[in-house]
């Protein structure tokens, strides 16, 4: 039988609240589905789409086939766009809505009768798969200089699916004791990728209490060394059960 330790993280831009966080986490240790979500800033109530996409889809049975995300995403953007109507809107923001929302995501489903994963991604949210400090896969980016500022996101709406859902990724995998998934905003992937192709990357950095990662990715970021953008980590270890 198999185990999952789990650690999360979710902080703002520095300087900003956490209120005003677009990126979001969700998931549901019953089920193994985990989900990390990153809001356009520039686009209509990103913040929401992020939490409705993340939140949503862990309380799912399917959307692990590109078929089934699509179908999901396009019922999960026409109630957002629902959720507008009404509003007292000025011009600019009505433009905005027309267009809609976006964000990145990445959602696993891990199997631990196996134990294995499965996982659909589209933008710069990134899973990693990591055993004893190698990095064993990463998607549906792969290195850090692969991260731009005009990712494709998963959009509200459905006019614009034809265009962007080609660019989703379903990938799977094996799992072994110890091995640990970290499911990533783009910040921090790009920085945890960087972390590996320089050599030195290490899989426990995300130990101490959350005064302390966030003084340290605040010193990362003061440094130059992470992008100033907000900041969601999951880490999930699989671990055999000692009876």
Same mark, same amino acid.
């Given at each position: 039988?198999?185990?999952?330790?789990?650690?999360?993280?979710?902080?703002?831009?520095?300087?900003?609240?956490?209120?005003?966080?677009?990126?979001?986490?969700?998931?549901?240790?019953?089920?193994?589905?985990?989900?990390?979500?990153?809001?356009? *800033?520039?686009?209509?109530?990103?913040?929401?789409?992020?939490?409705?996409?993340?939140?949503?889809?862990?309380?799912?049975?399917?959307?692990? *086939?590109?078929?089934?995300?699509?179908?999901?995403?396009?019922?999960?953007?026409?109630?957002?766009?629902?959720?507008?109507?009404?509003?007292?809107?000025?011009?600019?923001?009505?433009?905005?809505?027309?267009?809609?929302?976006?964000?990145?995501?990445?959602?696993?489903?891990?199997?631990?009768? *196996?134990?294995?994963?499965?996982?659909?991604?589209?933008?710069?949210?990134?899973?990693?798969?990591?055993?004893?400090?190698?990095?064993?896969?990463?998607?549906?980016?792969?290195?850090?200089?692969?991260?731009?500022?005009?990712?494709?996101?998963?959009?509200?709406?459905?006019?614009?699916?034809?265009?962007?859902?080609?660019?989703?990724?379903?990938?799977?995998?094996?799992?072994?004791?110890?091995?640990?998934?970290?499911?990533?905003?783009?910040?921090?992937?790009?920085?945890?990728?960087?972390?590996?192709?320089?050599? $030195?990357?290490?899989?426990?950095?995300? *130990?101490?209490?959350?005064?302390?990662?966030?003084?340290?990715? $605040?010193?990362?970021?003061?440094?130059?060394?992470?992008?100033?953008?907000?900041?969601?980590?999951?880490?999930?270890?699989?671990?055999?059960?000692?009876?």
């Amino acid at each position: 039988m198999w185990d999952l330790q789990l650690r999360q993280l979710l902080l703002p831009k520095l300087d900003h609240d956490a209120s005003e966080c677009e990126d979001a986490i969700a998931f549901d240790i019953q089920t193994g589905r985990f989900a990390v979500t990153d809001g356009a *800033t520039e686009a209509f109530h990103a913040q929401q789409w992020a939490k409705n996409l993340a939140e949503h889809w862990v309380r799912n049975e399917a959307t692990l *086939t590109l078929d089934e995300f699509r179908n999901w995403v396009a019922t999960e953007g026409r109630e957002l766009h629902d959720s507008w109507k009404g509003l007292n809107l000025s011009w600019y923001s009505e433009e905005k809505a027309r267009t809609g929302s976006f964000a990145a995501f990445v959602g696993v489903e891990i199997d631990l009768k *196996t134990p294995s994963w499965k996982a659909i991604a589209l933008g710069d949210t990134c899973l990693l798969h990591c055993r004893g400090g190698a990095l064993l896969k990463s998607l549906p980016l792969s290195r850090s200089e692969n991260f731009n500022s005009t990712p494709i996101l998963v959009a509200s709406n459905a006019a614009l699916h034809e265009s962007t859902m080609s660019s989703a990724m379903v990938e799977s995998g094996v799992c072994e004791n110890g091995d640990v998934l970290f499911l990533m905003s783009d910040a921090a992937a790009s920085w945890c990728l960087q972390c590996f192709e320089n050599g $030195d990357f290490d899989a426990d950095f995300l *130990t101490g209490d959350d005064e302390e990662l966030r003084r340290f990715f $605040d010193g990362e970021r003061q440094a130059g060394r992470i992008r100033n953008d907000d900041i969601a980590i999951v880490r999930i270890e699989i671990k055999r059960r000692i009876n």
